[in-house]
């Protein structure tokens, strides 16, 4: 158990190809919210809830 507990503990940070996928993920979920929130039916509902909100 020991052993272990100082396996887990030697790492202290990531390194570079954890940084690598970590911004590779991060560029991509960006894209995706990108490409959903400029879509046509997501703006209008957005619209909706915007006009809806200032009556």
């Known amino acids: ?10 790492d202290a940070g990531m390194n570079t ?8 993920a991060a560029v991509a979920f960006g894209g ?3 490409k959903v929130l400029t879509s046509d039916s997501v703006q ?7 006009d809806r909100a200032l009556k």
């Open 17 to 24: 190809a954890e940084y690598a996928v970590g911004t590779l």
């Open 32 to 34: 995706i919210l990108l």
């Open 44 to 50: 209008s509902a957005l619209a909706a809830v915007i």
């Open 1 to 10: 158990m020991r052993k272990m507990l100082t396996r887990l503990r030697g």
